[in-house]
């Protein structure tokens, strides 16, 4: 027993440190009505509630990793059914994974909802690395050249 203890210290110092979770106010989905095929993106803000067909969609949280760390996107969903009496089911309420849609996703009869991703309308924007056009760039170094 004395050996397991110091040996866990070390795994657990040898784990790399989780970075804070960024808070986002919006929520992405997909949802699919498989009646005519059509795919829908849809964003709700977090707290508030959105009807997708006969399902209403209503996001509590909504998380991503920071831009340095390994892509991460969850929510925490509840997702109702609209009987035929108006009243609401609940069909869903748990976490979705942006990362792995069909692990978490909304399989119902007609529709199926999923979460996409998260946003911060707020949040800067991400870098975006250009790699230059290296053929317009050997262009302009052969004008330069003398001809033969």
Known sequence: MKRILPAMALVMLATPA????LKNPIAVFAGLDKITGI???FEI?????????GLVVKPNACLSSPTTEEPKTTSFVRV????S???RKNIFSGWMFAESPGLN???HAIYDVWLTGC?????PPPVIEVTPDVSTLQDQINEGEPED
């Open 18 to 21: 989780q970075a804070e979770r």
């Open 39 to 41: 795919t829908t993106t």
């Open 45 to 53: 803000p977090i707290g508030e509630e959105r009807r997708f067909g």
């Open 80 to 83: 109702d059914q609209i009987e």
């Open 85 to 87: 009496d108006n009243s």
């Open 105 to 107: 996703a909304v399989e």
């Open 119 to 123: 946003r911060d309308p707020n949040a």
